[in-house]
């Protein structure tokens, strides 16, 4: 938990100031029929004040707003793919396919008799290492060598990898699963840690201890071992593993944290008004319990999003996930070829993944703490 935000206890910044309601009431006509359309005009000024006033506290933050711009430049990335591929410079499939393209420049060097005759490696070769390229050159024969991993050029910007696929397309076509396997994750992950914490919270009792046992015993689990484990038994593909990753935060420490925030809703007394006027359990707990939890539930969407990145390219370097192209498997081709070690002599197979993985988390975790302070006003009071 270390890096998360801490509980929100007071009133949500989110939440709507009853004088507001009242200033924006009498300005709307409300006629014969036309009371839902009304309520909705006022519903969506509230929430574009909301929005507005909630903006100006995020943009304050430089932090967040860097995360923001690295998520948005990922966003492009993502899109950019099919029309690079469809109208732009990739649409040769031979080449530019991420999966089974294949482009080597073919460099010329000439047959040299010895090692220690050759004076320019980019020019020269010697006759022994000769015979593994062109089958019988002597000395003085020009040896057509393939290149590959070849380095950056006007062809290929980030160079290509040892199988002579394309980099930069591996690393675009790759974001696409990350954004993917990121939103899947979140969406698991919020949806059960807000229900299953704001039912805990309201009905106590045996029903919340078997909750929370459970909760704590998700924690208590090493994540990736449990993946690994299961990778092993099942194929698992990026929707499967973005379920996974979601049902075992969704009932780990995220359900803990989100129950806390749902306790103190609960004793709101909205709640026991909604109560009084004959609100079934049902009614208090998903319209009025979840709805002023679900900004905290947000937040905890960015952070979802940062360990389903992370976690995706860790089992994709040890090659348990059954994925075309992702960032992990860009790593795991240049580990698997004895490139991992090379240091920087071959840093277009290692830095373009490995800072892809680590700005795009990076990204989602900046704009999460940014929307900490948004939503916890003891934040934004330091």
Known sequence: ????????TEDQSTQVDPTELEELTPAVEVGEGELPRSLWRVRLRLAWQGFRKNWRLFAENKIGLAGLIIILIFAVMALAFPLLRAVGPWDNDAIYDPVIGYDAPVAELEVVPTRAEVTDPTQQIDAIDAQLWCFGAL???????PQQPAPPSEGHLLGTDPLGRDIASQLTFSTRAAFLLGLIAALVTVGIATSIGSIAAFYGGWLDNFLMRFADLILLMPLIPILIVMSGLWEINLPLLGVLIGVLNGFGGTAIVL????????VKPFIDAARVSGGSNMHLIFRHIVPNVLPLSFLYMMFSVTEAVSLEATLSFFGLLNVDMSWGI???TA???????????????????????TLLAAGFFFAGRAMDEVINPRLRAR
């Open 1 to 8: 938990m270390t890096g998360r935000p801490t509980q929100v």
């Open 259 to 266: 129950k806390s925030q749902a306790l103190s809703v609960k």
């Open 330 to 332: 860009m790593l795991n």
């Open 139 to 145: 000395p003085g024969d020009t040896c057509r060598i």
């Open 335 to 357: 580990q698997s070829q004895g490139y991992l070690r090379s240091g920087f002599e071959f840093w277009w197979l290692l830095i373009p993944a490995g800072v892809a993985v």
